[in-house]
């Protein structure tokens, strides 16, 4: 009887179980949203398409549930969302952060990456990004650099000018707003401090390298030099053995080239853009070969252009002339702006205002490209079955008038719709 009653307890507990994980598997597979009538970027072209929402994913494919709820997008445009690849306001301190995150928001960026903050603010607003209803954030806390090397000078200026980082004084920035080291003895021991502040990559400092002797014990160059270029090849190596990529800060054509033979997977500054400098064709032939990832950050240079028209006007001839040789190559290009008082909109601004590129090819850079090297390996970027139902819809039509990636109407985040407000941007700078 025992046993009887054990079967039959046992066979009831598999059929109830069984019974609720159907009842799961028919709720999970219900669509919150079918979205009719929008125009969907393929990477191409925008092409007429029914969408629908199930959980956080996207499914072009017909379902035979109803919806829960059906938006009529009324022949508007869907784009994945905009994505910023170089910036340091998010981590470069602990307050207004929401505003910051609510301008990238409302400028429909939802993914960013932070190459120079503070592990200590990081954690202080760890609750407040990485969240459907926020901006989703990698950091590389703090970079390698050599004594007296960027960013030293500039961690003092803001303080000093600004009271930024009222948590450190000068004398406390070292191995928590910059990392130097002058021998390789040296790196190894800031090596382990980098990893204990647990980076989602590695940021290293290049400046003028060409001339690293002669900077590098000059109190003239005090703030403008970075690490021994020799140095780069085993930090690559450390980088790798912890599977972290490394991106590299430059200046000049010397500095990328040596970043990309040391195998760096991004290089964070485009030259040219705080001077008229020419990339060489080998070093644009260099970056396509490796496929390393190049930011842009062209628009930096605007902060000379009223000062000094006259070089602005040759730095600009200089980008165009970069951008066009660059994309011709198939150099992989992304957008980042190193604006903290704003973000990577403005750069795109920018880079159209050069009428270089063609708006798709502004579009792939400033969306697909740019996700897929701020989080490689998620499923994002892209308006595709199975990937995150992420996207910006569009009054009008980018690829006629890029303007239109401004005139936003319905964003939405991991299946979850965002509240909209006037794209803006924040109103103080937080590096």
Request: hydrophobic share 40%.
């Amino acid at each position: 009887m025992l046993s009887q009653n054990l079967h039959k307890g046992l066979m009831t507990f598999m059929l109830s179980s069984l019974l609720a994980s159907c009842v799961t598997i028919e709720q999970t597979a219900l669509p919150q949203y079918r979205l009719d009538n929008g125009l969907w970027f393929n990477g191409e072209t925008f092409e007429p398409q029914t969408a629908y929402v199930i959980g956080n994913s996207l499914q072009f494919s017909p379902s035979e549930t109803e919806a829960a709820d059906i938006i009529d997008l009324d022949g508007a445009y869907v784009v994945p969302p905009f994505c910023e690849a170089h910036n340091h306001n998010i981590g470069g301190r602990a307050d207004g952060v929401e505003e910051v995150v609510q301008a990238y928001l409302n400028n429909g960026i939802f993914y960013a990456m932070m190459p120079g903050s503070f592990a200590l603010y990081r954690e202080q607003i760890a609750d407040k990004i990485n969240k459907p209803d926020s901006v989703d954030v990698v950091f590389a806390n703090n970079g390698l650099t050599g004594s007296g090397g960027h960013p030293r000078k500039l961690r003092e200026f803001l303080k000093r000018r600004y009271g930024r980082y009222p948590e450190f004084t000068n004398a406390t920035f070292a191995d928590k707003g910059y990392f130097e080291a002058d021998t390789l003895d040296e790196v190894y021991e800031k090596w382990a401090l980098i990893l204990a502040e647990k980076p989602d990559f590695i940021k290293v400092m290049l400046l003028y390298s060409e001339e690293y002797q002669e900077r590098k014990d000059d109190p003239e160059y005090y703030g403008l030099r970075g690490l021994n270029p020799e140095f780069l090849p085993e930090v690559v190596r450390l980088a790798q053995a912890e599977n972290l990529r490394v991106a590299v800060h430059v200046n000049t054509d010397f500095d990328m080239a040596m970043a990309l033979r040391a195998g760096v997977d991004i290089i964070a500054h485009m030259p040219s853009y705080r001077s008229p400098l020419q990339l060489s064709d080998e070093t644009i032939a260099l970056a396509k070969e490796t496929n390393a990832i190049v930011v842009t950050t062209l628009s930096l240079a605007k902060r000379f252009e009223q000062r000094d028209p006259e070089s602005y006007a040759a730095t600009i001839a200089a980008q165009r002339d970069n951008l066009k040789r660059a994309h011709a190559a198939g150099v992989n290009l992304v957008i980042g702006s190193d604006n903290t008082r704003g973000t990577s909109r403005g750069e795109a601004e920018h880079i159209a205002s050069l009428d270089v590129l063609d708006n798709r090819t502004l579009l792939n850079m400033w969306t697909t490209r740019c996700a897929e090297a701020v989080f490689p390996g998620r499923k994002i970027g892209r308006l595709i079955d199975g990937y995150e139902a992420s996207f910006v819809v569009l009054e009008g039509d980018p690829l006629a008038d890029f303007d239109n990636t401004g005139r936003i109407s319905l964003r939405m985040k991991e299946g979850q719709l965002l509240g909209s407000s006037e794209p803006k941007a924040p109103q103080s700078a937080q590096r």
